[in-house]
């Protein structure tokens, strides 16, 4: 038994470990996880509106400045058209190139790409009649495009721009392109700043995450701890260990559980140690009477044939006592160890129980008392014939033990259902109500005294009791004091 309670303990110290990691890790995952999804969704969202609404402020910027640059541009005024590129990028956060119909820059408002070829790719896509077209560059990678000092990123990054190029038509045919290259930096350092923001975010919610989940984990394995607590006690040999029941979730009825099996454990081990007891004790009593009357025989002077007799007839009464009480505990001990097995076969209750009766008779006759009987049904069942037997004489003779001289013993067979009931009905001295519970207990006598002048064992009644049981019955008692006491036994029949 302290083996499997050794082992129970370990599983459960092993379990509990990993239990607590394992909802530690799930936690932390499953909101990692979570929160990426989220943060990497948002920013992706955020981003996608802010270069969608640069594209669009772009745009009308530029169709704008395209209209303005068109009558300018078709009469080759420079003055008109620098003027308004210096006007459009007067806040130095953008800047204008105007291009003819060949991709040459004819204004420039920095001034630094005038009579240049600009390769772009959106003006070129803008020249070969593809329509207005917008891109985005880091400027120290475009190379034709000179970086306007304000571009310059406080923080030390590369700055980025975004480049609209517009078509300008007069009267219909393509004359030109408008470049408009405007500041993208901030959209670059909005969406790094949103990202740091975020993962400091993530950072906190995953350690609040860790806070809460160990305070979860701790509600949750805290019961658990408690049983493996008192599982270790019980393994020490404290069999009163038990556990608080909390609530009425699975921990509880966990904890319920365990505290039952305790209970049961307890009073097994209080069962056996006063079985081992009382074993003890009347195994000691014949042998402490024999040695008691040889030692008379050995050590008397006269010797008187009679007294020698006598004392021997008692110590052969002793052995027959010692045979017994040892004939009995190997039977109790082979029913505990599921070792004994029943010889089943269809069989009429009436027969057994008649038999019975017809056994004890003499002995109720010797003793002064009235047994009858009373058959009301055959009852056929399936049980071993044998054990039954040992079943119905051992609760008449009972019976008849215990009821004194001008009594009555009443035995009775009758069906109830689906199930037969023989009752063993006596006047006898009865059973005192707070040792009724006890009866069918091992060695439990109401009168110890009386019980060994009747020659009993004190085992008789816990032998029937496990025989019904094993035939799938049940038998209890009913007792007055002073007036009598009655047996009641139930055996399943067979039904047709």
Known sequence: MWAIILQIKTKIKTFLYSIRWKILIAYLLIISIAFSVVAATLIQLVGDYMFNQRVRDDQRVAENLSSIMSEALSSLDANAMLLSALDASSEGLSRVLVLDRYGVVQVDAYSELNGRRFENAEAITVLNGGGADYGFYDT???????????????????????????????????????????????IYESLRTLRGQTLLWMLLVAASALIISMFVVRTITRPIGELSAGISRMSRGDLSSRVEVRGKNEFAQLASAFNSMCER????????????????????????T????????????????????????????????????VSDLLTLVNI????????????????????????????????????????RD?????????????????????AIKYTPRGGEVHVELSRVGKRAVVRVEDTGIGIPAEDLPHIFDRFYRVDKARSRETGGTGLGLSIVRQIVLLHNGDIRAESEENKGSTFIIELPIITK
């Open 140 to 186: 120290d990678d475009t190379g034709a495009i000179a970086r306007p000092a304000a571009l310059t990123s406080l923080t030390g990054v590369r700055a980025m721009t975004g480049l609209y190029a517009a078509p300008i038509y007069n009267d219909g045919d393509l004359i030109g392109v408008l470049v408009y290259i405007s500041q993208a930096q901030e």
């Open 336 to 375: 505990d160890s599921d070792g004994m097995h029943l010889n089943a076969s269809e069989l009429r209750l009436r027969d057994v129980v008649t038999e019975q009766v017809k056994r004890l008779s003499p002995l109720a006759r010797e003793r002064g008392i009235e047994l009858s009987c009373l058959i």
């Open 265 to 288: 454990l307890e009073k097994l081990d209080m069962s056996r140690n006063q079985f081992v007891s009382n074993a003890s004790h009347e195994l000691k009593t014949p042998l402490s």
């Open 290 to 325: 024999m040695k008691i009357l040889l030692e008379t025989l050995l050590y008397q002077d006269a010797y008187d044939p009679q007294m020698q007799k006598e004392f021997l007839t008692d110590i052969n009464k002793e052995i027959d006592r010692l045979n017994r009480i």
């Open 378 to 398: 055959p009852c056929e069942t399936v049980g071993d014939s044998l054990k039954l037997q040992q079943v119905f004489y051992n609760v008449i003779d009972n």
